[in-house]
C-alpha cells in the first residue's frame, strides 16, 4: 500500500525557518518524481515544488523560488521541503504527492507562521 | 503566470450530470496541458480523479469522465451520489515546468 506521511510543520515565527519531510513507503520511491502542494486555511490548493526522481532536477513556483529548497534521499526514501525566510502567506497545509503520473497525496502537515 | 479557472460553484441533482470545466488564460486547453482532475471532501486531503484529460485511477468512479470540450478540459459527473459533493480542483502543465491549480469548484448534490 502506498503512503506518504509528513512531518515537521508547526509554529514558527516570520522570517525563520522549517524542514518538512515526507516518508515514502509502498513503493520504489526513487523511480518516481515527488511534489509539494500548499492549501491555505480556506483557501485552494497551490503547486509548490518537484523533483525528479534522481533529484538532479528541481522546479519551484515563483511565490517560493529562492526561498524554499526541495530534496530527497531515495536511500531512506524521504522527500524534504526546506523553507526559508517565512512569511504569514506560507500558513498552510504542506501536501507530499507522489508524480508520474500525479496520483497519491499524503495527509499533510499544517505550517503556521506567526508571531 | 498562468491563471486557471474554475466555476466556482454547481449544483446537481440526485443522479444528474454536471458538467465542470477548466480554462486557462493562455488560450485553448489541449492535451499537452495534462490536465488534472482532483476531488477534495471537508477535512481530508485531495483525490486524484482524472490524468492527462482522461484517464482514471483504479479508485476513481466509473461516473466520472474528464474530457476536452469546448477549447477547455471537463469533468462531468453522470449519475451524482450525495457523497460526491465536494471541491473539485483542476491542474494543467505549462510547457513541464510549474503546474497550476484552478481555484476550485465547489459542487453541491441538492
Known amino acids: 500500500e502506498v503512503q506518504l506521511v509528513e512531518s515537521g510543520g508547526g509554529l514558527v515565527q516570520p522570517g525563520g525557518s522549517l524542514r518538512l519531510s515526507c516518508a515514502a513507503s509502498g513503493f520504489t520511491f526513487s523511480n518516481y518524481w515527488m511534489h509539494w502542494v500548499r492549501q491555505a486555511p480556506g483557501k485552494g490548493l497551490v503547486w509548490v515544488s518537484r523533483i525528479n526522481s534522481d533529484g538532479s532536477s528541481t522546479n519551484y513556483a515563483d511565490s517560493v523560488k529562492g526561498r524554499f529548497t526541495i530534496s530527497r534521499d531515495n536511500a531512506k526514501n524521504t522527500l524534504y521541503l526546506q523553507m526559508n525566510s517565512l512569511g504569514a502567506e506560507d500558513t498552510a497545509v504542506y501536501y507530499c504527492?507522489?508524480?508520474?503520473?500525479?496520483?497519491?497525496w499524503g495527509q499533510g502537515t499544517l505550517v503556521t507562521v506567526s508571531s | 503566470q498562468a491563471v486557471v479557472t474554475q466555476e466556482p460553484s454547481l449544483t446537481v441533482s440526485p443522479g444528474g450530470t454536471v458538467t465542470l470545466t477548466c480554462a486557462s488564460s493562455t488560450g485553448t486547453v489541449t492535451s499537452g496541458h495534462y490536465p488534472y482532475w482532483f476531488q477534495q471532501k471537508p477535512g481530508q486531503a485531495p483525490r486524484t480523479l482524472i490524468y492527462e484529460t482522461s484517464n482514471k485511477y483504479s479508485w476513481t468512479p466509473a461516473r466520472f469522465s474528464g474530457s476536452l470540450l469546448g477549447g477547455k478540459a471537463a469533468l462531468t459527473l453522470s449519475g451524482a451520489q450525495p457523497e460526491d459533493e465536494a471541491e473539485y480542483y483542476c491542474f494543467l502543465s505549462y510547457g513541464g515546468v510549474r503546474p497550476v491549480f484552478g481555484g476550485g469548484t465547489k459542487l453541491t448534490v441538492l
Open positions: 504527492v507522489r508524480g508520474g503520473p500525479v496520483d497519491y
